[in-house]
Structures are given as C-alpha cells and as structure tokens.
C-alpha cells in the first residue's frame, strides 16, 4: 500500500512539474506593413466601408532559417516583429507578448504551415 501511494506521488508530481501548454505554435502566414494613406478608404467582404484602416497588410515569402526576434500581440493570432513592418499570422496561439522574445523557425514559402513560433525562452 505504501509503494502504491509512493508511487502515485511521483507521477502526480512528474504531472504537475510538466508544462501544461504548448510554447510553439505553426504560423500561417507572414505580411509585410505599410501605412494606408488618409485618403484611402476600403470594402470590407460583404461591401461595407471599412474605416479607420492604418496599416495594409500584403503576404510575402520570408528567407528561410531559424531567427532570434521580438514580437508584439496585436490581435489575435497576429504578431508584429519590433521595430520592422514584419507581421506573424499564427494559428491557435494565445500567447500575450510585449517586447518578447522568440524564435522563429521558416521552413516553407507555401503549404499548411510556413514555420514555428518558439515563446518562453528560458
């Protein structure tokens, strides 16, 4: 009886030492940013005036590597690199950052996943 309670602690202790979640995350796509003029003004997809617009994203290939970076959350699933108009669509991630670094990983220019996303960097 004793082992078994012994035993049972050790595994609920190797349960509650594990992280819980997932820091790396796929990325759909990456845009590159650029400030819309005033005078702009954009249709939304069922034809509505889309007003306030600031930045106008447009998908482009990325070199691939392994990078060191720092991102910005700006929406969800939708990262900024800092201090580059660099913008990280990702998928399923929920990760809040400001200033973080990461690592990202760019191992294709097409398909389901472009690369990885890497968050707590310790």
Known sequence: ????IIISLFFIGIFFNSKTKSDKYDIEEFYSGKEVEATSIFLNSSDDIADDI??????????LGKYSISVSKIDDNLYKVDGKDIYIKTKYC???ATRDDV??????????????????LE
Request: net charge negative; proline share 0%; glycine share 6%.
């Open 1 to 4: 009886m004793c082992r078994l």
């Open 54 to 63: 600031k930045t106008e994203l447009q998908e482009f290939d990325l070199r």
């Open 94 to 96: 929920h990760e809040y």
């Open 103 to 120: 690592i990202l990983l760019v191992t294709s220019n097409s398909g389901y996943t472009k690369g990885e996303i890497i968050f707590n």
